[in-house]
């Protein structure tokens, strides 16, 4: 499964076999996460998926946790967390779906 969120910010997630591949695109989402353009995980490695839905005045996120990998509180800098609009929502559900399948093989 592949995935391209283009608001807030511009970020393209894909599922690849255990993986999830997040690439930030463009140099101030880069920036905004410490320079991080690309980060990997295992799915299996990831104890809780926190996902907020959009509302009328924020942006909703889904946010993983890892062992061992702090978490930023703010969003915009997390390079585990991903912000959408309305218009993502469904594709995150789905995406959130998918890795708790994952997760249960």
Not at 29 to 40: D, F, L, R, V
């Amino acid at each position: 499964m592949k995935l391209e969120i283009k608001k807030p910010t511009h970020v393209v997630i894909e599922i690849s076999r255990d993986n999830i591949n997040i690439e930030r695109i463009g140099k101030l989402n880069i920036t905004q996460h410490s320079g991080q353009q690309y980060k990997t995980f295992n799915i299996k490695n990831i104890t809780s998926i926190e996902l907020k839905a959009p509302s009328f005045l924020s942006f909703g996120l889904i946010r993983f946790s890892i062992p061992g990998e702090d978490t930023i509180r703010i969003a915009n800098m997390d390079p585990k967390t991903i912000q959408f609009t309305k218009k993502d929502y469904n594709n995150i559900l789905a995406l959130k779906k998918q890795i708790e399948s994952i997760q249960n093989q």
